[in-house]
């Protein structure tokens, strides 16, 4: 279809990005798939939606058989130029605080919360009864 080899930049692929001109960048190539919107079997969505980015994932992630990938011979336009496709951000999980190995101290002081109000009612308790007694 196109001229064999030339080498196409993600900024010229991505100005065919509609249904009417349909261009996709898959393993280092374009594909020119505006014919075969139609006739996808996933629907022209799914190919509309992997325009202006490398769709190679996209691609891979469904499972496509041996006879799509032949057909994807004939959309065949050219090579991308591998410099103009930003490079993956890698995933940084947000910094977690210190974990104190020593629990003593932390333990003490939730047990004197819950013991401490207890005595004193206790003791409140005590001298309400004694002193209603007497």
Known sequence: MGADGKVYTLAEVSEHSDSKDCWLVISGKVYDVTKFLE????GDEVLLSATGKDA???FEDVGHSSSARAMMDEFYVGEIDTATIPSKTTYTPPKQPHYNQDKTSEFIIKLLQFLVPLAILGVAVGIRFYTKSA
Do not use: A, K, N
């Open 39 to 42: 006739d996808h079997p996933g």
């Open 56 to 58: 190679t994932d996209d």
